[in-house]
């Protein structure tokens, strides 16, 4: 069987998570039209008759501004260290620049096989696939060019087929059945913070955090208490919203989430609490789950 572990990087927001969430057929990460919606490591697995992919979700490369963002690229970085293959993710639609092929690059000088799925074909002109995939090779990338639509499910197989023989001929690294390394607790810190990704303005959600201090199941209803961490008083202000409306509805849609999640009811307490410069606080970012390592 062809089994091992594949690193999916690219530029944050080009939609790596949704690309592994179609892959795996669950969504194992949260995705938003936000950059920087990852912030960790995420496992998702697939298995299939040829083998086992465990692909690595990361968190996309940006401009490095606090603790938090240096994290977070040390975390990607030390995955693309540690895999069999790496699957870059462009964004298709967005065209090709210099810090596009510069980046490429840099991924195809460390000896992995790499490929690059091509993505968002779905919101881009025909012809301009092929223009990019000449202007890739002219500027010396020699690596084969998968164009996709994850949004759409457009041409995975080939996709699937190829990521499949990049991988070692070994016995699958995890039991069938599981699809992520994460846990449900997480899962449910991510849910929270995606609905706050959709529904603010950028600033809120880059500086809010989720820290879950209590999950709990009794008689089949799981008891969730939450704190949105967040760095400004007037963010909080915004957060909860006039008579508490902003808060009750992003709670109210993160815990249908929740409950479709864990498959029961769901009784969610969130509480908004200020924490300044909380993204430059190296202990505190180690409370949150923020390590940068594995
Ligand atoms: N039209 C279209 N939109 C897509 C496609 N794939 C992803 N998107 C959208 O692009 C945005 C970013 O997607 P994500 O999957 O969160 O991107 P990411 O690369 O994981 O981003 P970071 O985690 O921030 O690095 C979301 O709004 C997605 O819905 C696609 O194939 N077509
Ligand atoms: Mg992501």
Known sequence: MRCGTVAVIGKANAGKS????????????????????????????????????????????????????????RTTENTAKEVDAIVFVHDGHKGIEPS????MKKYSEMGLPMLIAYT???????EQIPADIKKLF????????????????????????????????EEPLYPEGIVSDKSEKFMVAEIMREKILLKYDQEIPHGAAIS??????????????LDIIC??????????GKQGKALKE???????????????????????????????????LRELGYSGEE
Do not use: C
């Open 100 to 103: 596009d092929v510069a980046l």
């Open 231 to 240: 760095e400004k008083k007037n963010h909080k202000a915004i957060l909860i």
């Open 18 to 73: 949704t690309l592994v969430n179609v892959l795996v057929g669950e969504k194992v990460a949260i995705v938003s039209p936000k950059p920087q919606t990852t912030r960790d490591r995420i496992l998702g697995i697939l298995n299939r008759e040829e083998g086992q992919i465990v692909f690595a979700d990361t968190p996309g490369f940006y401009r490095r501004r606090n603790e938090l963002t240096s994290l977070m690229m």
């Open 138 to 169: 002219e500027a010396g990338i020699e690596r084969d060019v998968f164009p996709v639509s994850a949004r759409k499910g457009k041409n995975l197989k080939p996709l699937l087929k190829a990521i499949f023989e990049m991988l070692p001929e």
């Open 120 to 126: 968002k074909t779905d919101i881009m002109p025909e």
């Open 212 to 225: 879950v201090n209590r999950f709990e199941e009794i008689d089949g209803v799981y008891h969730i208490d």
């Open 250 to 284: 992003t709670a109210s849609f993160a815990r249908q989430d929740m409950e479709k999640l864990l498959g029961k009811k769901v009784y969610l307490t969130v509480f908004v609490k200020v924490s300044e410069d909380w993204r430059d606080r190296g202990k505190l």
